[in-house]
T-cell receptor
Framework: GAGVSQTPSNKVTEKGKYVELRCDPISGHTALYWYRQSLGQGPEFLIYFQGTGAADDSGLPNDRFFAVRPEGSVSTLKIQRTERGDSAVYLC?????????????FGPGTRLTVL | ELKVEQNPLFLSMQEGKNYTIYCNYSTTSDRLYWYRQDPGKSLESLFVLLSNGAVKQEGRLMASLDTKARLSTLHITAAVHDLSATYFCAVDMVHGNKLVFGAGTILRVKS
């Protein structure tokens, strides 16, 4: 079956621009997570959705970052006024109903480069 | 704040040798996950450990969890080149729904 998909796979933008990153979770998975992975580091949690609502957004670094999941399936991570420090791989994951039993299934990521 | 530490961060080993990667974490949790990441790829789930004393094995890899010591190990038996990758452990906060990852262990198996 289809796994988690993310688009685009690569995004290059200029400092100060707005970007949107899309995640399609595994069909039927109610929980969706966004992480950010900088070079040489482990992924860092950004936000978690259960259904349509953000159950935990404690990892969002500041108010330039926002994520939505309006119909409880596809999610979009939005970054305003991008900065060079936002450059990273943004990973999306989904799970059947939150943790703990099966863990999280990760997508291929979107590599964001801010020039 | 939950902290997860892995060691070593880099491991170069010969084919056929055994070695162990360690994952320590700082606060109570009974759910720990091991992932593998190949260069430029996403994370592949290896093991899900859900209770104290849990041990799981898949091929040449075996993972265990000691929640009292707040320690998990990933043991590699008779390493082969195909095991070369970065291995991450991740801990679930108690009753939480976010994973806190270690920095990863880069494993290079030399032929």
């Amino acid at each position: 079956g289809a796994g988690v998909s993310q688009t685009p796979s690569n995004k290059v933008t200029e400092k100060g621009k707005y970007v949107e990153l899309r995640c399609d979770p595994i069909s039927g998975h109610t929980a969706l997570y966004w992480y950010r992975q900088s070079l040489g580091q482990g992924p860092e949690f950004l936000i978690y959705f259960q259904g349509t609502g953000a159950a935990d957004d404690s990892g969002l670094p500041n108010d330039r970052f926002f994520a939505v999941r309006p119909e409880g399936s596809v999610s979009t991570l939005k970054i305003q006024r991008t900065e060079r420090g936002d450059s990273a791989v943004y990973l999306c994951a989904s799970s059947p109903g939150g943790l703990p039993y099966g863990g999280q299934f990760f997508g291929p990521g979107t590599r964001l480069t801010v020039l | 704040e939950l902290k997860v530490e892995q060691n070593p961060l880099f491991l170069s080993m010969q084919e056929g040798k055994n070695y162990t990667i360690y994952c320590n974490y700082s606060t109570t949790s009974d759910r720990l996950y091991w992932y593998r990441q190949d260069p430029g790829k996403s994370l592949e789930s290896l093991f899900v450990l859900l209770s104290n004393g849990a041990v799981k094995q898949e091929g040449r890899l075996m993972a265990s969890l000691d929640t009292k010591a707040r320690l998990s190990t990933l043991h590699i038996t008779a390493a082969v080149h195909d095991l070369s990758a970065t291995y991450f452990c991740a801990v679930d906060m108690v009753h939480g729904n976010k994973l806190v990852f270690g920095a990863g262990t880069i494993l290079r198996v030399k032929s």
